[in-house]
């Protein structure tokens, strides 16, 4: 009766030693309800990545768009979603939710 269950239980044991858990800080949490008063500060920067990424945990989102001149977006209004208007040039021109 002995014997099925330490095969088991091994094989048990090395797929939870493969399982990885992030570092803490690694996810960062978000409410999922945009503010998008909290990244005002980002109007005039360039839209890159990391302000994009800076930008959409500020607000609290869940989901971030750039939305460039002349761009067809949807028009779905989304509680989760940033949106970050930029010029030709790349910088932001306006942040809002929706």
Do not use: F
């Not at 002995?2 to 992030?22: D, F, G």
């Not at 990244?39 to 609290?60: F, H, N, P």
Request: net charge negative; hydrophobic share 45%; glycine share 8%.
């Amino acid at each position: 009766m002995t014997r099925p269950i330490l095969p088991l239980t091994v094989l048990l044991l090395s797929i939870a030693a493969c399982s990885t858990v992030p570092p803490p800080g690694a996810v960062e949490q978000v409410s999922g309800v945009c503010n998008a008063e909290a990244a005002r500060w980002a109007i005039g920067k360039a839209a890159t990545s990391d302000i994009v990424e800076d930008a959409r945990l500020a607000t609290q989102s869940r989901d971030v768009r750039v939305i460039e001149p002349g761009q067809a977006v949807t028009l779905d209004y989304r509680v989760d979603r940033l949106n970050i208007d930029v010029n030709e040039r790349g910088a932001i021109t306006g942040v809002r939710c929706g």
